[in-house]
Nanobody, 130 residues
Framework: VQLVESGGGLVQAGDSLRLSCVASGRTLDGRTFDGYNMAWFRQAPGKEREFVAA????????YYLDSVKGRFTISRDNGKNTVYLQMHGLRPEDTAVYYC???????????????????WGQGTQVTVSS
């Protein structure tokens, strides 16, 4: 399974960005994107990688970091093998490398920890200036 993020950039505080993550390939047992729970994490310099948002396989259940609730929205298009992170009202503290992650295990539990995800993208930089 390969994940490729895009959409990062340099913006000013209050601006918006939409990140995209396209998945390709399948797991050894043949499962594909529409069976994965998906998540976005971020990592700022000198800090640990932290959970931002997650969606179950259908997009019906979504979870967010408290500090992004009401500003960020995770969504997915299983027909396009793509998960999105729409970010509004960006703040300097949102500056980080954003990573897309897939939990390819057949589970109904949506995890919010780094250890819960077994496939990762390469990351896309988001920088918010004040």
């Amino acid at each position: 399974v390969q994940l490729v993020e895009s959409g990062g950039g340099l913006v000013q505080a209050g601006d918006s960005l939409r990140l995209s993550c396209v998945a390709s390939g399948r797991t050894l047992d043949g499962r594909t994107f529409d069976g994965y729970n998906m998540a976005w994490f971020r990592q700022a310099p000198g800090k640990e990688r932290e959970f931002v948002a997650a969606s179950n396989w259908s997009g019906e259940r979504k979870y967010y970091l408290d500090s992004v609730k009401g500003r960020f929205t995770i969504s997915r298009d299983n027909g396009k093998n793509t998960v999105y992170l729409q970010m509004h009202g960006l703040r300097p503290e949102d500056t980080a490398v954003y990573y897309c992650a897939a939990d390819s295990m057949p589970t109904t539990v949506v995890l919010t920890t780094v250890a819960g995800y077994d496939y990762w993208g390469q990351g896309t930089q988001v920088t918010v200036s004040s």
